[in-house]
Structures are given as C-alpha cells and as structure tokens.
C-alpha cells in the first residue's frame, strides 16, 4: 500500500469547507498517516476510476462521503507549462460546476479545490448512473415510464445549462448519475466545459448525447426525441439550437459516409 501526497494538503481543503480549525489540525494528523486501501471509510483514498487526465478516488472528507479527483501532470510538458495549464483546468471545472448549481441543474456539491495538489473533492451521489440504468431497460424497474422521466430530465437540465450560457462538452450517460433518494438527475465531470452562447456550440452538446445514445443505447428506442422534448420545454432558444442540431447532424452523416 502506498501513502498518497494528497493527505498533506488535506488541511487547506478542509480548511476551505468551512470546518472547525481545532479538529481539522488533528484530523490533519491521522490524514497523513493514511495510505490507498480498499476501504476508504477511513478517510484513505480509494481509486475507482482513472482516465487519461485524471485520478478518481473516493474517501471521507470532513466526516462526509466525498469524491477526490486528481488532475495528474504530463511529464511531456515543461513542469512550469503543465502546473499552470492543470490549475487553469482545474479552477475552470471547479467554476463550472459553481455555475451549472446556480443555473438550477444539479450537480455535486464541491467542498474544495486544491491548486497544490491538483485535486477537487466533492459530493458522493448516492445511486445508479444513467448509463447502467438505460442498460438494464426491460429489467425490472427500468420500464417505459422510468425512461421516459430520466429523458425528460436530462432534456430539462440540458435546456437550463444551454440557456445560462454553459456548454457541457462531454454530454455522455457515463457523466449523469441518478440521486436514489429523490430520483434527481446530476451531472458530473465539468473537466471539458466552456461558456458559449453560440448555438453551434450547444448544437454540438446535444449531437455528442446523441451519437452516444446511439452507439451504447441504441435498444432504448426514441430517448433522444424524448431528451429534446424536456429541451424544448425548459430553453427558451431551443428553436436556434435545433435548427443548427440538424445541420451538425447533416454534417456528421457526410463525414460517415466518407469514411
């Protein structure tokens, strides 16, 4: 098992949630004694997902389930290049998830940011992701209605983010988790979002849902119809965006059939 330097910041982080000075100094104490285990109710890291930009673990923060995630450096990029290029994505994901909140979509509650260590630590949502739900549709629980909710949903939320000026960019049912206790949609993982009020840029949003839909989800039917239906209902600009989907569409067919 290896100690991970995350824990010596851990402090700051704490610090920054608003929490008790006193208890964070002790609790500061046993963090950097703790090491990666397979059981992070300890407050140890766990690490549940890892891509190409960044770490994923689960662990405790502040006697609160939470989500760490690490941006790591690239060691092809000069180390004085690559911090500022992490902390410049890392605070632009930390502020679009602010604005996504603000705009009524929900999303993780963000309890720190760590320029030093390259880390944000949020919420732990409690349930299923869209993704593992559309794929049990005909199983039991996952019927017509149940999608037709989630679709409408995802649509609704879309439509208020589109709306605020906040475009996604990653718009996949990886990145949509449904809160088990009050069957709420949550977007997560702000890591490509951007700030655009072109309905290009919206338009391409949407197709990038659609093309995923279509390759991973393609036994759940008219999704996609249902998702624009909740669009359309909460964007007030729907129509520009729709009217720009369907040459983005048009494009992206020529480019298939060029190979």
């Given at each position: 098992m290896?100690?991970h ?11 920054s949630?608003g929490g ?8 500061k ?11 992070g ?5 766990v ?5 190409a ?17 690490e ?26 998830m ?5 705009l009524?979509?929900a ?58 000026g ?15 206790a009050?069957?709420?949609l949550?977007l ?43 669009y ?7 129509s ?10 048009q494009r ?8």
């Amino acid at each position: 098992m290896t100690r991970h330097p995350i824990f010596n910041n851990f402090l700051t982080a704490a610090i920054s949630y608003g929490g008790d000075a006193a208890n964070l100094q002790l609790q500061k104490v046993d963090l950097t004694e703790m090491e990666i285990k397979a059981d992070g109710s300890d407050g140890s890291l766990v690490l549940i997902k890892q891509g190409a930009e960044a770490r994923v673990f689960e662990s405790t923060f502040v006697g609160r389930r939470c989500i760490v995630k690490e941006r790591f450096s690239k060691k092809y990029r000069h180390p004085t290049l690559d911090s500022k290029l992490t902390i410049k994505r890392l605070n632009a994901e930390a502020r679009c998830m602010t604005k996504a909140r603000r705009l009524g979509v929900a999303t993780p509650v963000l309890y720190a940011v760590d320029p030093v260590m390259h880390t944000l630590t949020f919420e732990y949502v409690e349930g299923p992701s869209v993704k593992d739900i559309f794929l049990g549709f005909g199983l039991v629980g996952v019927d017509d209605e149940r999608m037709t909710d989630i679709a409408t949903q995802i649509g609704n939320a879309i439509g208020k983010l589109h709306d605020g000026g906040l475009v996604h960019g990653d718009l996949t049912t990886s990145n949509m988790l449904m809160r088990s206790a009050a069957n709420q949609l949550v977007l997560i993982d702000f890591g490509l979002s951007f700030t655009s009020t072109l309905p290009e840029d919206k338009a391409v949003d949407l197709y990038v849902l659609e093309r995923a839909l279509l390759s991973m989800h393609s036994s759940c039917g008219n999704v996609m119809d249902q998702i624009l239906a909740g669009y359309k209902k909460s964007s007030k600009q729907w129509s520009s965006t729709f009217n720009k989907l369907a040459q983005v569409r048009q494009r992206g067919r020529k480019r298939t059939m060029v190979g």
